[in-house]
């Protein structure tokens, strides 16, 4: 069983940054893939980031690329996203998620999900 919680969401200015971090349980935290997703409001779950275990394979939605960065630190059980220029279209709630391959949170349902954290964007 792995329990995600994520942490860092908050309110921002248009063009600003925010990075949210993921803290997983568990002693097989480097065993799977971990990503992250998101939600606005009357819309459905979209992929943002992930990142394979070992890091090999990294994967972004369009348009994120260039703007996020997702990264690991399987010493702290943790996964980031450092966000920059942010855009309020990117306000959503961002859920952390794990999976045994990238492609399965790509396809929105991964092993687990953490609880989310609100990311609002002010124009």
């Known amino acids: 069983q792995v329990q995600l919680v994520e942490s860092g969401g908050g309110l921002v200015q248009a063009g600003g940054s925010l990075r949210l971090s993921c803290a997983a349980s568990?002693?097989?935290?480097?065993?799977?893939?971990m990503g992250w997703s998101r939600q606005a409001p009357g819309k459905e779950r979209e992929f943002v980031a992930a990142m394979s275990s070992g890091g090999a394979l990294i994967s972004y939605t369009d348009s994120v690329k260039g703007r996020f960065t997702i990264s690991r630190d399987d010493s702290k059980n943790t996964v980031y996203l450092q966000m920059n220029i942010l855009k309020p279209e990117d306000t959503a709630v961002y859920y952390c998620?794990?999976?045994?391959?990238?492609?399965?949170?790509?396809?929105?349902?991964?092993?687990?999900w953490g609880q989310g954290t609100q990311v609002t964007i002010s124009s």
């Open positions: 568990g002693r097989t935290f480097n065993t799977y893939a």
């Open positions: 998620a794990a999976a045994q391959f990238v492609q399965i949170i790509k396809d929105g349902v991964p092993d687990y």
